[in-house]
């Protein structure tokens, strides 16, 4: 019998799952705030009827973030957006928590004069408070995670109050909430500084794998030139069944892709784009259905990511220029097809053999797992460098801000068999080496004791970001999470 404040329906459905099916959840009540109020309201109940709460936004999230037994909230009818003129940045743009990325680019695109936000995600398809909750991180090296963009946000707190965080308030509580995995509050809206739209040259070439990551000075020089890189691997793409050698990792190519800003005009049209993000789109769709189609043959892996690999490089090496957004949503997000994403976060050595060398040790050991029969990878693996940041719980952090980070990033089918078990080698090596950390929102909890590792190298952000958690949440209503809970309690009590 519970209490209900008038305002607060649930919705109809009790089911929830994300977006590629993996998480299946039937909480109390589901709740899809339109307004300011709606989501006061929520919180509200949630005290009344001593419930707990999460959040979610696109549902992107591949763990169990969202996961809750009481209230789950949903956050994509908040999608106001307003722009605002500024003393200090010039002008700024304030988002509800669910709004998209692509709308935000279009309001501020659309805007005179025309704008731009200076760190965004590969998709566009992802909501701004899924985004700033998990730390998820932008194309570009010097603009750091999207939530170094922010100016600052307003949080529904677990007494139903509207707190303001920002820089100027207090730098302590920004930096929590500027990566806080929904542990301080249901996020209501956030500011973003933006600036003036420009240009980026985008530039795609293919060289030898081994080869070329044997000179760790070819990235450094790369990044040096660049406005961001990001390295892509096609699993066993030099794949050749007639050589009496099929499998052979010397043949193997990857693409590199670099920005550059520019005054040059654009290359085509907003028609010419979406024209050519429908193609995409298609494309993702038949590659996916090639994959799904021989998972239970793992041994054809290498001859459909080779065919893959040589359909996408028909016209050799591009070079294009795009509008800021366009160049980093390079790639059109197609829904249906569904993936399994692992990232993996390591500082980089000042001469970058560290990249190289994890790289292209991905690459040896995938062949490893080859000779084995096992297929784990049959999407792609790639790796950006960003730099660091002050938010306390990003994957990223560092005193240091001229310190850079190596995000490495794994693409497989929903399904694939022996994903986990190649994760698991890779990220042992790299939790081992480098004290790398695993991406918020996306897979990690399989890792085996990665929760008592995180509690460790963790530790100390930690300590500093429950003095804020506590204030704001004394009675945990937003921490209902096991994961989170398991690799806070170690750190608190120890």
């Keep these: 019998n519970c209490l209900v404040i008038r305002s607060v329906k649930p919705i109809e459905n009790k089911t929830w799952e994300n977006w590629n099916g993996a998480i299946h959840i039937s909480p109390d009540a589901i709740f899809e705030p339109s307004t300011l109020e709606d989501l006061i309201d929520v919180v509200k109940l949630a005290k009344i009827n001593n419930k707990t709460i999460r959040h979610a936004a696109q549902g992107h999230a591949e763990n169990s973030l969202s996961v809750t037994e009481h209230y789950l909230v949903i956050v994509t009818n908040l999608n106001k957006i307003t722009v605002q003129k500024h003393l200090k940045y010039g002008w700024t743009v304030t988002a509800e928590a669910g709004t998209s990325l692509s709308k935000l680019d279009?309001?501020?695109?659309?805007?005179?004069?025309?704008?731009?936000?200076?760190?965004?995600?590969?998709?566009?398809?992802?909501?701004?408070?899924?985004?700033?909750?998990?730390?998820?991180?932008?194309?570009?090296?010097?603009?750091?995670?999207?939530?170094?963009?922010?100016?600052?946000?307003?949080?529904?707190?677990?007494?139903?109050?509207?707190?303001?965080?920002?820089?100027?308030?207090?730098?302590?509580?920004?930096?929590?909430?500027?990566?806080?995995?929904?542990?301080?509050?249901?996020?209501?809206?956030?500011?973003?500084?933006?600036?003036?739209?420009?240009?980026?040259?985008?530039?795609?070439?293919?060289?030898?794998?081994?080869?070329?990551?044997?000179?760790?000075?070819?990235?450094?020089?790369?990044?040096?030139?660049?406005?961001?890189?990001?390295?892509?691997?096609?699993?066993?793409?030099?794949?050749?069944?007639?050589?009496?050698?099929?499998?052979?990792?010397?043949?193997?190519?990857?693409?590199?892709?670099?920005?550059?800003?520019?005054?040059?005009?654009?290359?085509?049209?907003?028609?010419?784009?979406?024209?050519?993000?429908?193609?995409?789109?298609?494309?993702?769709?038949?590659?996916?259905?090639?994959?799904?189609?021989?998972?239970?043959?793992?041994?054809?892996?290498?001859?459909?990511?080779?065919?893959?690999?040589?359909?996408?490089?028909?016209?050799?090496?591009?070079?294009s220029v795009f509008q800021a957004p366009d160049a980093i949503h390079y790639v059109a997000s197609e829904e249906s097809a569904k993936f399994d994403f692992v990232e993996i976060s390591f500082k980089v050595d000042p001469d970058f053999s560290n990249v190289a060398s994890e790289f292209s040790h991905v690459i040896k050991t995938l062949y490893e797992f080859a000779k084995k029969g096992k297929f784990p990878l049959n999407y792609i693996a790639d790796l950006r460098i960003i730099k660091s940041t002050e938010a306390l719980l990003s994957t990223t952090f560092n005193n240091d801000p001229n310190a850079l980070y190596c995000q490495m990033d794994f693409v497989s089918v929903t399904g694939t068999p022996n994903l986990e078990e190649f994760i698991q080698v890779i990220a042992q090596r790299l939790f081992e080496k480098y004290t790398a950390k695993p991406h918020w929102g996306k897979r990690w909890e399989f890792i085996p004791n990665v929760k008592a590792y995180l509690s460790n190298v963790l530790s100390d952000q930690i300590k500093q970001f429950e003095k804020v958690r506590a204030k704001y949440d004394p009675g945990k209503m937003f921490f209902d999470n096991e994961s989170l809970q398991d690799i806070f309690s170690h750190t608190s009590s120890s």
């Design 106 to 319: 279009k309001t501020l695109r659309n805007h005179d004069p025309p704008l731009t936000l200076d760190s965004e995600t590969l998709y566009d398809t992802f909501r701004v408070s899924g985004v700033i909750a998990t730390g998820s991180h932008g194309a570009k090296t010097s603009s750091g995670i999207m939530s170094d963009q922010l100016c600052s946000m307003k949080i529904v707190t677990s007494s139903g109050e509207i707190c303001e965080f920002s820089e100027e308030i207090n730098k302590l509580e920004f930096s929590a909430a500027k990566v806080n995995l929904g542990l301080l509050g249901t996020i209501y809206s956030l500011t973003f500084r933006v600036q003036p739209m420009y240009n980026l040259r985008m530039t795609d070439i293919y060289v030898p794998a081994i080869k070329w990551l044997n000179d760790p000075q070819n990235i450094k020089k790369l990044l040096e030139s660049s406005d961001g890189i990001t390295i892509a691997y096609w699993p066993f793409n030099g794949f050749n069944q007639s050589d009496p050698n099929p499998l052979d990792p010397n043949r193997d190519r990857i693409a590199i892709k670099n920005w550059v800003r520019t005054d040059e005009p654009v290359s085509f049209t907003q028609q010419q784009l979406e024209q050519s993000h429908e193609t995409q789109k298609q494309g993702v769709i038949q590659q996916y259905e090639l994959i799904t189609s021989h998972l239970q043959n793992p041994e054809t892996t290498p001859n459909v990511t080779a065919t893959i690999w040589n359909s996408v490089i028909i016209n050799g090496n591009t070079s």
